[in-house]
């Protein structure tokens, strides 16, 4: 029977850098080590939680069960006349793969550089930058089941991959060990679809003097690391989650409605109808930005992010502060704001209603 440490602060282990303590605390190396925690949960009677790198929640009590941090960090590349495929553990960084890929020449991932995270919270919420989602190059996942002790593989298709979404945030049971990805060959001169938010080929345009089409993935890499870091606090020194609200999917009549009295109205038109509204610019116009009171505050540059100034910041507070922002938004455009990061009290997961 393992034996985990006690009372261990979590403070290192959140980009908000939130201080609250785990009753009980592990690494996971291996699959025996899942096994271990599961029996340990069960023989406790006690709740778990599995933390990759901490950037996408926000904990607001002490966790009164195990938290489980991932620590399998197995790289493997296999290259293919058609590509290079890679398959990684889930506690592997996400964008030290990303860096990887493009220095071995793979096509796929540049647009997702300096995501915060690990590899294998990648899939949880599909992480997306710049046009680009991780459901494009993913193949399958190897998944553990903690109710169960059961493995299994799961398909693109069957991690049912939404915006910001997928089925492991309706089984939350379930833990990704392993990821699969299939990159391309980086061809020069074919205009990449990548390339299609104007701010990255301006970007590159100004970078290199180059156009954008003749950009290698290196070029396409600095240029998104350039514009992330112009506009996004590092966490180590601003603590973060990144995106606090998701960008709110409202219907044509709706859009329409709003750009009446607003008609700078930031919105994307999708196929499957209705529109995407940039939820940033929403609650920039209510003058937000910049906003800071009691050691919370939003991003000066970045309406969407909220940061943590102060040192002794709770979960609590930071929820404070993002449900007067949607009570404002809601107010003024009739949007509802869904909040992006997971939020987790003393035994698991919660959602503000
Ligand atoms: C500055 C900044 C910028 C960001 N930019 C983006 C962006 O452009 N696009 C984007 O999509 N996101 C962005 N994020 C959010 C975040 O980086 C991603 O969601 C990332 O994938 C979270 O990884 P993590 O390892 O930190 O997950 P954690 O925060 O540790 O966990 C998040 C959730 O996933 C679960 N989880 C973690 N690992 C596993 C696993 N192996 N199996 C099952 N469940 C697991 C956790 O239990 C938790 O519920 C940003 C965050 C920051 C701080």
Known sequence: MIKPQKNVSLKAYNTLGIDVQAAFFMLINNLQDLHDARDFCRLQGCPWLLIGGGSNLVLTQDFVGLVMLMAMSKLDWTSHTDGLEVCAESGCEWDALVAESVTRGASG??????????????P????????????????????????????????????????????FKRQPHWIV????????????????????????????????????EAATGQQIRDAVIHIRQSKLPDPKQLPNVGSFFKNPIVSAHQTAKIEQQWPELVAYKLEEGGFKLAAGWLI???GWKGYSQDGVGVHQLQALVLVATGAAVTGGEVLAL????????????????????????????????
Request: proline share 4%; charged share 20%.
């Open 109 to 122: 991932l540049e647009n997702l550089s300096l995501i915060p995270g690990q590899v294998g919270a990648a």
């Open 124 to 167: 949880i919420q599909n992480i997306g930058a710049y046009g680009v989602e991780v459901k494009q190059s993913l193949r399958w996942v190897d998944v553990f089941d903690f109710n169960t002790g059961s493995c299994f593989k799961l398909t693109a298709k069957a991690c049912e991959f939404g915006y910001r979404d997928s089925i």
């Open 177 to 212: 060990m392993r990821v699969n990805l299939q990159l391309g060959h980086r061809v020069a001169g074919n205009k990449p679809a990548q390339l299609s938010y104007g701010i990255i080929a301006h970007t590159i345009e100004s970078m290199t003097g180059q156009p954008p």
């Open 284 to 286: 920039d116009q209510l």
């Open 322 to 353: 993002a449900q007067r922002i949607q009570a404002d938004v809601l107010a003024r455009f009739d949007v509802v704001l869904d909040i992006e990061p997971r939020l987790f009290d003393s035994r698991g997961e919660f959602w503000l209603s």
